[in-house]
């Protein structure tokens, strides 16, 4: 298919086709003629895997280049496909991004309050990690926040959340390894990893909602807005 | 104390105190003279919260405003605190960030295989939300780029994932009804929803990581980076 035809079948704009061939996020065409090339269903499959990463993951196109990186580099070990994803996820904290970057290459050191909560953490759950694993810092960071607001008592929490990350990484780890060839279980790790964030998160909020409302119901008077389970159109 | 020294406390420049003042981030103090006013211990305090919204939560100046008036409204129920908290967040998916602005006050529809996905699972877990909680469109989406982009495969996490969420919940609410007062409830609500996406996306991280080299050993002859608990700085 002509690149007008890769266009219409992602609904992603030629000029954007372009930037992805330039910044090396979309393979080459085969070409045809000096100002013309075709391109076939991997670069379909290519355009959307892109776009998901970019639009749903929140993936800068500088992190978006090593996945696909990762992606073509079939003798990378799979712990080294996780690491390359787990960096390339924005952190929901925004300010986490530079210093995120610099620790991909910088060892974790538990110089902090939160950080030494969570080497004993680690220590306590059997969590053998490299210590640039860019979950460190960011786990110790918020720990960190916590306590500079005052608010020690959600320190209690990390326990419970250690757990269910657990219970998360055992089903990542189950669906990678569930994939039938090296290319797919690449594939999985890549795009399980960055969107899984987006899914956790959203499941939160409304395990979150569901609880706050068997913990503290409204207040007699309040009008109750319209609840999903009792929404005629479901 | 004057903002000068206001600044000096908080490590946040004058022009940023202004610009909060102007955003009504923070509350005026209390005028000594046409140019000058006093700063108290309510003002660094209220300076630390926006910083570690707006820094390590990710949130924008205008959902960081939404939060502020949440706090200072004592009417409020803690249901609804949440609900302000939880759209506050910025969505680990960049591009969500509109759609989910707009989700805040449309209500969900499960008109996509993913959004069916979801109101079963609500409907097999017993969790009862309102139809517009942004957790549901944002959970829907993911698991639909999880099919366009032909893995399916992955959907096959979504009960670990909601075990998951449901744990992290009842620690979310354990933290909260721990918190002496209303006023103190209604902040460990905020700094807890903005601030526990980017703590367990750290420790999913984490444990993904030491999962996958129980599952998938580095291959012989791979150099052995080095491990967290093998660190002699720890």
């Keep these: 298919m002509r690149m007008s035809e890769l266009s219409a079948a992602t609904a992603v704009a030629v000029p954007t086709l372009k930037f992805y061939l330039r910044e090396q996020l979309l393979h080459a065409g085969e070409r045809t003629s000096p100002n013309q090339a075709r391109y076939d269903e991997t670069h379909v499959e290519r355009v959307r895997l892109v776009r998901a990463l970019i639009d749903v993951g929140g993936v800068s196109v500088a992190r978006a280049r090593d996945i696909i990186a990762a992606l073509e580099n079939d003798a990378m070990p799979l712990s080294s496909v996780f690491g390359v ?3 390339a996820v924005t952190p929901p904290a925004g ?3 530079g210093p995120a970057d610099e620790a991909a290459s910088t060892a974790f050191t538990a110089d902090s309050p939160g950080g030494r909560l969570i080497l004993d953490l680690c220590r306590r759950r059997g969590w053998s ?3 640039n694993n860019p979950g460190l810092a960011q786990a110790a960071r918020v720990l960190d ?3 500079a607001l005052g608010h020690d008592r959600l320190h209690a929490v990390l326990d419970d ?5 657990d219970r998360v990484a055992g089903a990542d780890l189950a669906a990678v390894a569930s994939a039938p060839d090296r290319d797919e279980m690449t594939n999985v790790v890549i795009v399980g990893t960055v969107l899984g964030d987006a899914l ?3 499941l939160r909020r409304i395990a979150q909602e569901a609880e706050s ?3 503290f119901p409204l207040p007699a008077g309040t ?8 929404d005629p159109s479901c």
């Design 85 to 87: 994803a787990q960096r």
């Design 200 to 202: 956790l998160a959203g």
């Design 145 to 147: 926040t916590y306590s």
């Design 129 to 131: 990690v490299h210590s």
């Design 161 to 165: 959340y250690a757990e269910a990350a």
């Design 223 to 230: 009008p109750t807005p319209t609840l999903l389970e009792t």
């Design 95 to 97: 300010a986490l991004n």
């Design 213 to 215: 409302f068997r913990r």
